[in-house]
């Protein structure tokens, strides 16, 4: 019911970032990545410093073996969003598959 909306309401307004972001987000949770990416992107034309998306591209970047675009996304998080766990999570994790391709 989510996406359908989401997918309405983008009909409409391609640039919607909350539409964007709920469709990326049902795209992230089906590991359908390449998808979830490019709606997300979207949201950053609206929001480029939204923590929540910048985190969740930076774990599709490590999920696609791209680690040097996540520790990226995953440190412009970081500087929105310093207090979150999730976000530090994240940046370990890239941090640590960039160290791994020395």
Known sequence: MARSFAK???ASDPDNAQANFALGMGYFLEERY???ESHLKRCLEKKPNEPAVL???A???LRLGRAN?????AQ???EAAPESADINRTL???RTAVSNMK
């Open 8 to 10: 309405t309401v983008l």
């Open 34 to 36: 390449p998808l979830a």
């Open 55 to 57: 985190n969740n591209l």
């Open 59 to 61: 774990v599709i970047a």
């Open 69 to 73: 675009e996540a520790l990226e996304y």
């Open 76 to 78: 412009r998080a970081f």
């Open 92 to 94: 370990e994790k890239a």
